[in-house]
């Protein structure tokens, strides 16, 4: 034992992520549990997914499906991944060389992160951005350069983005539609990031995770529809947002073979497979139920505005929100000597629903009195949630 101890008091780690702790999701679902408050901050339904996906899972565990799958996805996944695409963008892949499913999407971004970014190299993202794109750089030897979008519609400015390339930018991250804000591209946005990646030479690592959730009829529109674009990006998407089952953790990649190549290389070292039955249960979905996908925006839009109407006759101001299931409110009325992490403790405590500060996504923070709150949930759920807000 006195060994032990003398080694453990002489060894010290130098972090390699020396700002980084726990993250705010689940700093404020512990404490929505410990206060058995209503759960609004961490992004995940409170209802139960399809009883055919889950009953699929069941059955296709029973029949023995749960070893390991291929490196690059169970064939009959990537086959229904390529006719999704093609369906949705008009996309045509190669199932074989040009898709990866990965451990939920967030492996995706990190492994197509190491795969592009070489130290030194300088990778442009959006504040406020979801919070595993600057850890990732970090740890690839990138330079994260943060270029912050402003309330209330969080547009991208793509002359300033312009002036803030250098010979050392490499990549570009976009999301939408976006956490945190809801904020959804235009068919505009899209053509000027293509612009950009192909007059600069660089690539663009598209998070698409909530693609199917955009409303009020917008066009659903993808690093998929745009062909010069799509031949120098890798686009993220995750089965767990689109099925109501996040702790699945399956997502996937798409990419031009060589990249994919590359990706695979990394991916093999990572994971190298995910969730076997999974698999085979989302595969048959997309297959047997394509509903599922094409009627998500109907169902998030349905909860979306029911809860905004709830909170109408509340001191809250509402954000626009345009796609994902998320709404930002402005406190600002109700307490604005609060930063926005205080008043979510406060909201969580004093008044049982927990929400997501916005200054989180921010390299710098944000003096804004606005929070992040999550509408993935029973419309008893969130009905409960808008009374108790309405009363502030």
Not at 93 to 115: C, Y
């Amino acid at each position: 034992m006195p060994v032990f101890a003398t080694f453990s008091a002489l060894m010290s780690i130098v972090s390699k992520l020396p700002a980084v702790g726990t993250t705010i999701f689940s700093q404020m679902s512990q404490l929505a549990a410990e206060q058995q408050a209503i759960n609004l901050s961490q992004g995940f339904p409170d209802f139960a997914a399809d009883s055919q996906l889950l009953a699929a899972l069941a059955r296709h565990s029973s029949a023995g499906l749960n070893q390991y799958a291929p490196m690059p996805g169970v064939p009959l996944l990537l086959q229904q991944i390529a006719a999704l695409t093609a369906r949705c963008y008009g996309r045509t892949l190669d199932e074989s060389r040009e898709i990866t499913v990965t451990s939920g999407a967030t492996e995706a971004l990190f492994v197509a992160i190491q795969m592009l970014v070489q130290p030194g190299d300088e990778v442009l993202l959006f504040d406020p951005a979801y919070d595993s794109y600057s850890p990732a750089i970090q740890l690839a030897g990138g330079v994260p350069v943060h270029l912050r979008l402003e309330a209330p519609d969080y547009r991208v400015d793509w002359q300033q983005v312009a002036t803030r390339l250098t010979p050392r930018t490499k990549l570009i991250i976009v999301n939408s539609p976006h956490n945190p804000t809801g904020m959804v591209f235009s068919h505009a946005d899209w053509l000027a990031l293509q612009h950009l990646v192909t007059q600069h030479g660089l690539y663009c690592l598209s998070d698409e995770v909530y693609e199917h959730m955009v409303y009020d009829a917008a066009p659903r529109l993808s690093a998929n529809c745009f062909a010069e674009l799509a031949a120098r990006s890798v686009i993220v998407s995750s089965f767990g947002k689109t099925f109501h089952v996040t702790g699945w953790k399956l997502g996937y990649a798409v990419a031009p073979a060589a990249l994919m190549t590359e990706f695979r290389k990394i991916h093999q070292y990572v994971t190298f497979s995910s969730f076997t039955p999974a698999q085979y249960a989302i595969a048959e979905m997309l297959r047997e139920q394509p509903q599922q996908v094409t009627e998500l925006a109907g169902f998030y839009q349905h909860k979306r505005d029911q809860f905004r109407q709830a909170l109408s006759g509340s001191r809250f101001s509402l954000l626009p929100c345009q796609g994902t299931y998320f709404q930002l409110l402005d406190y600002s009325a109700i307490a604005p000597e609060l930063d926005d992490l205080s008043f979510c403790r406060y909201l969580t405590i004093e008044h049982k629903v927990a929400a997501i500060p916005l200054s989180v996504f921010y390299q710098h923070g944000s003096s804004a009195r606005i929070i992040r709150l999550c509408f993935a949930k029973q419309d008893t759920t969130l009905a409960q949630a808008a009374e108790v807000l309405c009363r502030l």
